[in-house]
């Protein structure tokens, strides 16, 4: 009997230890912002196609949830040199609005010593892997806004086009790291699930694809990254190269700088842009922190011709504790030629009315904010 409680004993002990638990983190990151927008030099009609005036102006203060989220995490090993890997990860509106628990990163794979890593799931696009040039935080965090929204009747800061939140449906390998080879390739393969109706036209399934080559070494990153209806239907390229000039100087700034080219199916012009930014470590505080200037500049946003934006944002942040990070931003953004919803017939951006202003205009927006990151 007690060989048998014994026997039983160590099989379950040793069962509990064959399964690694998985790691649970996320983090909370609410910012408050003074936003001040408007919309002018306006040539707008409304939804029944009758002539209004567009221009609006106006201001307003938001608490939001800037990518907060929650998730699991681990691996397990299966050979001495492969491991199963996994990650469920997801939005949580710490702000009360709905769209808690929207995927984020959800995948399984495999991890080899060898051969690299493979994903099946929701995971990031080549060109948002190499996004390491846009320093910004909080409100300014906003690549991939390129045209005024019709669901939120409000100004917006325009920029150029930028990768999703995660692509669904996706296949992605990453190369294995070898000494004396500072270089990473990528591959990414997004199954369109919808079925093909095989006349070739505009409905035809799209099935999208992309890499990217990442560069290393002494303080020098330089990156080129491809893909092909996965960030927009049609093509985009992107390359960005930052470097630490700590290593020559004693002074510690890292530059980046990043140009795209985004190529809509739908549009007559390419989408250009570039950002160049600057950060700056301090050392004269007793825990970390850092100063950063950004600009961002966008020809022919959304593939519209002459629909041009500028943004320059300057900023901080302070590590309370390791896992507790401060933040302060302000900036502005203006942008020509922009075409979409202005507001409605009434002119008042909150305006419940359904008789909504279509229009070109210009856009200006001056937000100035902050707010805090906890890391679990």
Known sequence: MKKTLLTLAITSLSVSAAFAEPTLSGR??????????????????????IRRNGDFDGDTFEIESHKSSIGLEGSEPITAKTDVIYELEYDIGVDGE??????????????????GELRVGKYFSPIDMINNVAVTQGFWDNLGTTAL???????????MADAPPRVSNSVSWVSPKFDNLPIEVAFMYAASEDFSNGSGDENDTDNGYGSYLTYEQSGLVASLAYDKDIDIIGDLIRGT??????????VPVTFGALYQQADYDNRSDKEKGFVISASLQLNNFSRPASIYVQYNN???????KDAD??????GGQYDIKDNIIAHAYAGINKADDIQGVSGSDTTDIDSDSDNVVFGSGNTELIAIGGGLQYYF
């Open 28 to 49: 909370i990151f609410i910012i408050g912002n003074y936003v001040d927008g408007e919309f002018k030099d306006s040539n707008a009609n409304d939804d029944n196609g």
């Open 241 to 250: 190269v930052t470097y630490d000039m700590s290593d020559i100087i004693d």
């Open 309 to 314: 934006s500028d943004q320059f944002v300057i």
């Open 298 to 304: 966008a020809a022919n946003l959304d593939g519209r």
């Open 149 to 159: 929204s019709e669901d939120t009747r409000a100004v917006q800061a325009l920029n």
């Open 98 to 115: 709905s769209r808690t628990f929207e995927s984020r990163s959800t995948y399984l794979g495999l991890a080899n010593d060898n051969y």
